[in-house]
């Protein structure tokens, strides 16, 4: 019913940035929140950054505060995640999430998921 596609993935250099983007389409009329989640081998898929479509309530994890920020353009039904200040350990597949409100799209349960864009920071 939800078709997420992410995009900007990419390898970078240890301080760089990158922007990641994922477009919402299908029948989004129920999906007020978006997320970004990441997953490194190994590692349980972890909640990075959310919001609300037109509320302004965004979520950061601990690790990204100050370096991420999550943003969207309504008209265009697609949510960003700017990266910067990337770092070896933020390397990891990104997917996209949309859910009913922020918090259930933060903790995963019933999320759409888009299929994900590899991110590899090198030192």
């Known amino acids: 019913q939800v078709q997420l596609v992410e995009s900007g993935g990419g390898l970078v250099q240890a301080g760089g940035s990158l922007r990641l983007s994922c477009a919402a389409s299908?029948?989004?009329?129920?999906?007020?929140?978006m997320g970004w989640f990441r997953q490194a081998p190994g590692k349980e898929r972890e909640a990075v950054a959310a919001?609300?479509?037109?509320?302004?309530?965004?979520y950061y994890t601990d690790s990204v505060k100050g370096r991420f920020t999550i943003s969207r353009d309504y008209a265009k039904n697609t949510v960003y995640l700017q990266m910067n200040s990337l770092k070896p350990e933020d390397t990891a597949v990104y997917y996209c999430?949309?859910?009913?409100?922020?918090?259930?799209?933060?903790?995963?349960?019933?999320?759409?998921w888009g299929q994900g864009t590899q991110v590899t920071v090198s030192s």
């Open positions: 919001r609300t479509w037109s509320a302004g309530s965004t």
């Open positions: 299908g029948r989004t009329f129920s999906t007020y929140a």
């Open positions: 999430a949309a859910n009913r409100a922020l918090g259930l799209v933060v903790n995963g349960t019933g999320n759409y």
